[in-house]
């Protein structure tokens, strides 16, 4: 526990980077905190899976039911209030202007008494959205379905490329990706381990993320990989390079060997 308390100051980090200024960090850190110590007491070594991957999934987990439980508005309420809302923008569509609460209250089939209870009750209750989608409590981000064998097959794929894209890092960023992110270590620590401040990190961590989603893009969705601004440029060249390993680095059948990104800790 003592080792990783660091892990619950991260992850509170993170989550309050996606949710509104007034939670509160103390919360979120108690919680984390009383995750931490369960998880320490539920950890199963043999099952092979590191003590600090086990652990952020209890702490996240515990940051959620956290987050719910602040959460004023029922679910029906924020269900309503999405209906009235779609209904709203396709009303505001077809007349040309904001349709007045009457016209949206016939649309609906409400009472206008129950359009601006609703409004009033989301007004009032603290607005959830951990995933930058449109705001709901946090069981509405939990989904329930269950994928099939085309989307499995698409997600090993991904996973495939994942695995490339990392391997074919320069030392340095791939270092930061696999510390920062598989491994839980906090940025001080790879900064002293590289020698370099902890802002640095963060900009090769920022660095590193473009270089992923682009190069996996090239061989996924090559429409959404910018352009260079300079094609015959040294950073347009090494760029190319780095997208030329991913894509020769494997077969079909090599990505989709892995399942998960654990291996990418190794």
């Given at each position: 526990v003592r080792t990783h308390l660091p892990l619950v100051g991260h992850i509170v980090r993170e989550t309050l980077m996606r949710v509104p200024?007034?939670?509160?960090?103390?919360?979120?850190?108690?919680?984390?905190?009383?995750?931490?110590?369960?998880?320490?007491?539920?950890?199963?070594?043999?099952?092979?899976?590191?003590?600090?991957?086990?652990a952020a999934m209890r702490i996240r987990g515990a940051l959620i039911d956290e987050l719910r439980g602040q959460d004023w508005a029922s679910r029906s309420?924020?269900?309503?209030?999405?209906?009235?809302?779609?209904?709203?923008?396709?009303?505001?569509?077809?007349?040309?202007?904001?349709?007045?609460?009457?016209?949206?209250?016939?649309?609906t089939g409400l009472t206008e008494a129950d359009i601006t209870a609703t409004e009033d009750d989301v007004q009032r209750a603290v607005v959830l959205s951990l995933q930058g989608f449109t705001p709901g409590t946090a069981d509405d981000m939990i989904t329930e379905t269950t994928a099939g064998p085309e989307d499995l097959l698409l997600h090993r794929e991904r996973?495939?490329?994942?695995?490339?894209?990392?391997?074919?890092?320069?030392?340095?960023?791939?270092?930061?990706?696999?510390?920062?992110?598989?491994?839980?270590?906090?940025?001080?620590?790879?900064?002293?381990?590289?020698?370099?401040?902890?802002?640095?990190?963060?900009?090769?961590?920022?660095?590193?993320?473009?270089?992923?989603?682009?190069?996996?893009?090239?061989?996924?969705?090559?429409?959404?990989?910018?352009?260079?601004t300079r094609p015959n440029g040294c950073a347009a060249r090494r760029r190319q390079t780095y997208y030329n390993t991913i894509a020769t680095t494997g077969t079909l059948h090599t990505r989709l060997a892995h399942t998960d990104i654990h291996g990418l800790a190794a």
């Open positions: 200024a007034h939670v509160n960090r103390d919360d979120l850190t108690s919680a984390g905190l009383a995750a931490l110590a369960t998880a320490a007491h539920s950890y199963d070594p043999t099952r092979g899976v590191p003590f600090g991957r086990f309420v924020r269900t309503r209030s999405r209906h009235i809302d779609n209904l709203r923008h396709q009303l505001a569509g077809e007349l040309g202007r904001v349709p007045t609460t009457a016209e949206i209250a016939a649309a996973i495939g490329f994942l695995h490339q894209a990392v391997q074919a890092l320069p030392t340095k960023l791939r270092t930061v990706i696999t510390g920062y992110y598989l491994h839980s270590r906090p940025m001080a620590d790879i900064a002293t381990e590289l020698g370099v401040t902890e802002s640095r990190i963060s900009q090769l961590r920022a660095e590193a993320l473009t270089l992923l989603k682009d190069g996996i893009n090239t061989q996924l969705a090559p429409e959404q990989v910018p352009t260079p």
